[in-house]
């Protein structure tokens, strides 16, 4: 590997994409496999967005266009925030991207120099921990508790702030919890980073489930608090809401026209432009009257979902589930089943070596996959640091009804297979 930079090695990766060649492998064994592991919606993008971009694309549209993004997608991407977040929006700050991705890296690129630190949430979106250790920035996760159905508060931000922390990343609603931030959260995070930090601290609010909250709950963004818009980037974009993960369309919303300036440079010397016809079928996305109705009519299943999978996992013995608020997620305490089946005790004796790459909810979710044809995600994978002794998976509800009944009757009946988890364990394959 002496080829590589050295850098590469502190880049992570988002093992929902990387366990599909364990998955390829079970296949290929012949098992049948319940896929509960990537975050992707089982709905197709809408008719009226689709035909959008085939007329661009039918129209010669195809070509390079603004690397900021074409004025009209920006314009409506400002008229969206600006009506549901209440603060004026202008296109002109508004940075058009390949997925909601790549504004985790710009923003690591743009504000933080090595040895600065970066809070982000744990479990959290891998990418988060990714960019931080790979910009050789000082990660500082602030671990989501279980107890307060993986809310965090003000003060658990102000035990984490130093004179060097320069970027907070929230996320609200959250991947892979579903925890979901409330207007009084957000208010008092607001004054804790007004008081506590400088004019050029960011607040990196990752919104790109916004439409995915549950119970009647209404979204709430940082940046509708006075004074914080000037304070935060604002991330969002199709993948979720619009049922357009593989479109890759997303935007950030940046303080200031020097920060917005950056991005665009970012994008000109990383992807050169968003397609055209892609941002032409994301204004229909946002314009188009009746995707207001689909979008609503996905959360409701989404909702449905939640409801009959937390209610059977909290029938398992040895499984604790809270219910989550938003996204389209749940995040199992797995913990007692781990025990039963022996796992920790075992995870215990293996050689260091192996710990260091495996946990008991790692060894419990291949055991899940490879005897019994479930795929989920441990709790590592939203955060290897600091995590552990926590013991949870992530099952994603981005998937039928009736594929979520046999996943959970699937991960019932491995929790009470105790010699067919020793022998997963002794032959070793596939710990981790």
Not at 330 to 359: H, Q
Not at 369 to 380: C, I, Q, S
Request: with cysteine; charged share 25%; aromatic share 8%.
């Amino acid at each position: 590997m002496g080829h590589l930079a050295d850098r590469i090695k502190s880049l992570g990766t988002e093992n929902a994409f990387k366990i599909g060649d364990d998955i390829k492998r079970c296949v290929e064994m012949g098992k049948t496999v319940i896929k509960l592991n990537l975050g992707e919606p089982d709905f197709n993008s809408a008719e009226n967005i689709n035909k959008v971009a085939i007329e661009n694309i039918n129209a010669g549209n195809s070509h390079y266009t603004d690397p900021q993004g074409i004025l009209p997608l920006r314009e409506s991407i400002a008229r969206h925030v600006s009506a549901t977040r209440g603060i004026n929006v202008d296109p002109r700050r508004v940075v058009v991207t390949t997925g909601a991705k790549p504004p985790i890296s710009y923003s690591m690129l743009t504000h933080v120099n090595p040895g600065d630190e970066v809070i982000y949430p744990s479990p959290g979106f891998p990418i988060y921990e990714s960019w931080v250790t790979f910009v050789g920035a000082v990660p500082v996760p602030l671990h989501l508790e279980e107890r307060k159905n993986f809310r965090f508060d003000a003060g658990d931000i102000e035990r984490l702030i130093t004179p060097k922390t320069k970027l907070l990343i929230i996320n609200s609603p959250s991947n892979p919890t579903g925890g979901v931030l409330t207007r009084g959260d957000l208010e008092d995070i607001a004054r804790v980073v007004k008081k506590k930090t400088a004019p050029g601290f960011r607040v990196y609010s990752d919104e790109v489930y916004e439409d995915i909250i549950f119970d009647g709950k209404k979204h709430e963004s940082i940046a509708s608090i006075e004074g914080m818009a000037e304070r935060t980037i604002l991330v969002s974009g199709h993948s979720k809401s619009y049922a357009m993960t593989g479109w890759r369309l997303g935007y950030a919303i940046l303080p200031s026209e020097e920060e917005t300036m950056v991005f665009r440079q970012l994008n000109i010397n990383i992807i050169s432009c968003t397609p055209p016809f892609i941002q032409a079928a994301g204004k229909q996305a946002l314009d188009g009257a009746e995707n207001t109705g689909i979008v609503a009519a996905m959360g409701r299943e989404f909702q449905k979902r939640r409801d009959v999978v937390v209610d059977a996992l909290n029938a398992v013995d040895g499984i604790a589930c809270q219910k989550p608020e938003g996204a389209f997620y749940v995040f199992p305490n797995i913990g007692g089943a781990c025990t039963k089946l022996g796992i920790v005790d075992f995870y215990g004796k293996l050689d260091p070596s192996v710990r260091k790459k495996s946990s008991p909810s790692t060894i419990f979710q291949m055991f899940l996959l490879y005897e019994h044809g479930v795929a989920t995600m441990d709790r590592p994978s939203f955060g290897r640091i600091g995590s552990e002794g926590k013991h949870f998976l992530r099952l994603s509800t981005a998937a039928d009804m009736e594929s979520l009944k046999e996943g959970i009757r699937r991960i019932e009946a491995a929790t009470r297979d105790t010699e067919g988890c020793a022998r997963f364990m002794k032959a070793g394959a596939h710990l981790y």
